[in-house]
């Protein structure tokens, strides 16, 4: 499984932003995918999943300012990110990890990205 994420760049605080992950053929179908975040000096934070069936799950401070969706056709992953504020600066990752499960450590997903940095100015 091949991932890899962009989108990513300097936005004004209340502003948006929308990451993309391509991912290798078949793998938003069978695998269960998810953006997380590291800020500099933190550990890995869970962002939001979404399962191959299509649920979706996120982390309580994120809830409601931010999306995810898939797009199986073109093996896609996306994450809308809304009324951005500077904490939400970090370099974001998408990952996977094979089965319909839910997970929010970063150690319990075998593929990752390279990372794209959101920088937001206050």
């Known amino acids: 499984v091949q991932l890899q994420a962009s989108g990513g760049g300097l936005v004004q605080a209340g502003g948006s932003l929308r990451l993309s992950c391509a991912a290798s053929a078949g793998t938003s179908r069978s695998y269960s995918m998810a953006w997380f975040r590291q800020a500099p000096g933190k550990e890995r934070e869970f962002v939001a999943a979404?399962?191959?069936?299509?649920?979706?799950y996120y982390g309580d401070p994120l809830k409601g300012r931010y999306t995810i969706s898939r797009d199986s056709t073109e093996n896609a992953l996306y994450l809308q990110m809304r009324s951005l504020k500077s904490e939400d600066t970090a370099v974001y990752y998408c990952a996977a990890t094979s089965g319909n499960v839910y997970l929010t450590r970063a150690s319990s997903y075998n593929y990752w990205g390279q990372g794209t940095q959101v920088t937001v100015s206050s």
């Open positions: 979404i399962l191959w069936s299509g649920t979706t």
